[in-house]
């Protein structure tokens, strides 16, 4: 059995990678069938059943797509199968399992896998900021379309932000790049578009209600975080925005720029001018306070963060 074990915390990754794979396979079986198991209500033994072969079918490809929600039963018959592989190597030896993974669980099932000789595919996501301007240029080079210099700088600094607080970032931009590039028409996408079309799509973005907040906008940084929460967003997540603007203010302070990129130095460079270090460790305390008191549940209410824009905001504008 030919047994391969893609893993990437991202799902569009993930996706590219099974499909580049189940492309291969199809390029030497084009009548391969291929079934998919997500453990959702999974039935023990269910993955035997569909591998074991038949008279009358072609070869077989299960494809087990791991979820946080998978059962363990799915993770054990997947072990086992490799266990019984890994011994008899010839076992079902014109069946093929692709299982795809991210996570904590089925660790286990990882490491049986890679006992069994499975071909192991590490879709790893880009962390260096060349590597992630390069992924931003790649996504509208897919979708056939140029992009402006400066559109990248914007882009990446809304992407960054994102991709540092939320897993599957990625998978949200390769989204939105798809989005942009359908409402784009076939035009180069500029750094006006790129603008117009981010304060609409991201018009409650957690970054913008930061950027707005820190930037001393009481008003709007109120409005953006009442859609936000109206719209389900987490009172957690928007105090991380926050959080990393005055982690970021905190490195060029001391000048550890190194591993920063020149357009967000240089966004945070403007924004230290109406923060003082006094003001920052009363910021980094009201911040500190709410979020303790919202995961706590001392105090879920909306007004408990609105205060601390609030309070944030009017900081800001204090001389």
């Not at 692709?98 to 996501?125: D, E």
């Not at 992009?147 to 931009?173: G, P, Q, W, Y």
């Not at 940084?221 to 009442?226: A, C, E, I, Q, V």
């Not at 709410?290 to 909306?302: L, P, R």
């Amino acid at each position: 059995m030919q047994l391969f074990l893609i893993k990437s915390d991202e799902y569009v990754l993930r996706t590219r990678a099974l499909n580049e794979l189940k492309a291969k396979l199809l390029a030497t079986a084009k009548d391969m069938e291929f079934e998919v198991l997500s453990g959702v209500n999974y039935a023990k033994g269910t993955l035997i059943q569909l591998l074991s072969p038949s008279l009358f079918q072609d070869a077989k490809c299960c494809i087990v797509e791991t979820k946080e929600e998978t059962e363990e039963s799915l993770f054990l018959d997947v072990t086992n199968l490799a266990k019984k592989v890994a011994e008899t190597p010839a076992y079902l030896a014109e069946s093929v399992l692709i299982v795809t993974h991210y996570g904590r669980k089925g660790i286990a099932m990882c490491n049986a896998l890679k006992k069994a000789n499975a071909t192991v595919i590490t879709a790893q996501a880009p962390k260096k900021p060349k590597e992630v301007r390069e992924f931003i240029m790649q996504e509208f080079k897919r979708n056939k379309l140029r992009i402006a210099r400066d559109a990248i700088d914007i882009l990446f600094e809304t992407f960054t932000n994102e991709a540092e607080l939320h897993k599957d970032s990625f998978s949200e931009f390769a989204a939105l790049s798809e989005q942009m590039a359908f409402d784009a028409n076939g035009a180069e996408i500029t750094s006006e578009f790129v603008q117009n079309y981010l304060q609409g799509t991201y018009g409650t973005s957690n970054f913008d209600i930061a950027n707005l907040a820190l930037d001393g906008n009481v008003t709007s940084s109120l409005l953006k975080l009442r859609v936000a929460l109206q719209a389900g967003e987490e009172v957690p997540k928007i105090l991380g925005a926050i959080s990393l603007n005055f982690r970021r203010m905190a490195q060029v302070s001391a000048g550890k720029m190194e591993s920063m990129h020149p357009f967000v130095v240089r966004v945070t460079q403007d924004r230290l001018r109406f923060w003082s270090p006094d003001k920052l460790s009363i910021a980094s305390e009201i911040v500190a306070d709410t979020y303790e008191n919202a995961v706590t549940g001392t105090d879920i209410s909306t007004y408990g963060i609105e205060k601390a824009i609030i309070k944030l905001a009017v900081l800001a504008r204090r001389k």
